[in-house]
């Protein structure tokens, strides 16, 4: 009774004062089943957990509470993700925490839309070759090689391009994984280790307001180039960005323009991680890129191809990335941490880049068992352990597959992809000419992106200061200056 009284008080509280609160969740799963507890002084099913303490990390706070509320000891955990209720008169904000079961579980629902998806696949196979046919092209893979009007590169160069990242990149992917196994006193790497910080650190939290992500992001690209941080300012006060996440809002970030006012705007959902401030700083890339071409008069010239307009957005994230420190929201430890997170993420990228399109070469060129969705399972495991051979699968591999039928781009647009692979290694080159000459590469960065769709492909990246290209050597010369710069930011991030 007199916690209900307590409880009663508290929600008075909240009512006058609107305070906004941070609390922490576990998601405790055995044989299937999720463990919920009951408060004596609210109703209902609760997942475990409460308010952090001060001194207390989140990850702290979480194995605190279930060790209170239930007497369970956690093991390794990963985080779910940062959820907000916007109801009533408070602002809460609730960090999820989950151990290797609930990856299982998640894992076992994806499993459970596997005849389904099957299903999916074969109608989407044959619905696509018959596509093909009506236009005339041997295979889906020749439709769509124009459709995407690809005719700077061809289906051999992403073989190339494969390989390269199977002999280049996946072994310094190699490298980053065993420091996290390492770090983390583990024999292997298993699945749900991938997403827990190593060190046990508690996540990066910049900002608490959109307004501080904003200013912050202004900051950061007047260091850039006081033309993009004009561009920036005048979106902020032409009220061009919706950062902050609310009820109802549709999920994702990305970058509009409008035709009628020839102005961009941007699109997102800010919680306030650091995923929040490179998902800003990467929108803004693509916001430039049509501000710079915006004096094209065609519609078709303001239509760059996509392997180019990833160059604007990826390479604004590594042109911005020096100045993180500078902006306001990170201390020099944390903008450091931030970036190897960043440059760890590019090396562990490219290995799952040339997997997913090498499975998509492999179904459209053998058609038959690509049609055939179990062999298209055993496919893609294959593939697995060839580009990321350094995660543990063994004892669940029946979840391996479970990627592809999850993975939108195979299932809705064929081919869609590598685009991401090859910008980035175009970007590398950019950033890498900004840490011999910061203002050459911005001016050169700026007048590739004035181009639009005047220039053929190979040209853009040249007026950009890098090279189209898929061959070992240049890819060798990008991952070892991330490896460099990863092990200079080491000595900062402590």
């Known amino acids: 009774m007199l916690l209900r009284l307590v409880y009663f008080f508290y929600r008075i509280y909240i009512f006058l004062f609107r305070p906004v609160t941070y609390g922490v969740r576990a998601l405790l799963v055995k044989d299937g089943r999720i463990l919920l507890i009951r408060h004596t002084y609210r109703s209902g099913w609760h997942l475990p957990g409460g308010g952090i303490q001060r001194g207390e990390t989140v990850e702290t706070a979480a194995r605190r509470e279930v060790r209170e509320e239930t007497g369970a000891e956690m093991g390794a955990v990963q985080l779910l993700g940062i959820y907000s209720n916007l109801d009533g008169c408070v602002s809460g904000h609730n960090i999820l925490f989950a151990c290797e079961v609930s990856w299982r579980l998640m894992r076992e629902r994806m499993l459970a839309d596997k005849p389904a998806i099957h299903e999916l696949w074969r109608k989407l196979f044959a619905l696509r070759r018959q596509v093909a046919a009506n236009a005339d092209k041997p295979d889906t893979r020749a439709y769509v090689w124009e459709q995407k009007s690809r005719f700077d590169y061809t289906p051999r160069d992403c073989r190339v391009f494969h390989t390269s990242i199977e002999k280049v990149v996946v072994p310094a992917a190699s490298r980053v994984y065993e420091r996290r196994r390492k770090r983390l006193g583990i024999e292997t790497i298993r699945p749900w280790d991938e997403y827990v910080d190593p060190l046990g650190r508690t996540a990066l939290r910049p900002f608490r307001r959109v307004t501080q992500l904003a200013s912050g992001a202004a900051n950061i690209f007047d260091r850039v180039d006081p033309t993009l941080g004009q561009y920036f300012r005048t979106m902020m006060a032409e009220n061009l960005l919706d950062l902050k996440s609310r009820k109802h809002k549709a999920d994702g970030a990305f970058c509009a323009f409008f035709e009628l006012t020839r102005k961009p705007f941007v699109f997102m959902n800010a919680v306030g991680i650091h995923y929040d401030v490179q998902t800003l700083l990467h929108e803004s890339g693509h916001a430039f890129h049509s501000l710079e071409m915006v004096n094209l008069p065609y519609g078709m010239q303001r239509n760059p191809p996509m392997e180019f307009q990833e160059i604007a957005s990826l390479g604004m994230e590594l042109l911005a990335a020096p100045y993180l420190a500078d902006s306001g929201l990170y201390t020099p430890a944390e903008a450091a941490r931030a970036r190897i997170e960043t440059l760890e993420d590019i090396l562990l990228g490219w290995p799952y880049m040339a997997l997913v399109d090498a499975f998509q070469h492999w179904i459209y060129e053998n058609p038959t068992r690509g049609a055939d969705p179990k062999k298209c399972d055993a496919k893609w495991s294959k593939l697995h352990a060839r580009f990321i051979p350094d995660v543990d699968y063994s004892g669940i591999e029946i979840y391996r597959p479970t990627q592809w039928h999850h993975q939108g781009h195979i299932l809705q647009s ?81």
Not at 426 to 449: C, E, I, S
């Open 414 to 494: 064929p081919f869609y992809y590598i685009e991401y692979g090859m910008a980035q290694l175009g970007a590398v080159q950019v950033w890498a000419n900004a840490l011999k000459d910061q203002a050459a590469a911005v001016q050169a960065y700026r007048h590739a992106l004035s181009l639009g769709a005047t220039a053929s492909l190979p040209e853009l990246y040249a007026a950009a200061g890098a090279k189209l290209a898929f061959d070992r050597k240049t890819l060798q010369s990008a991952v070892d200056l991330i490896e460099t710069q990863i092990a200079e930011l080491e000595k900062v991030a402590g």
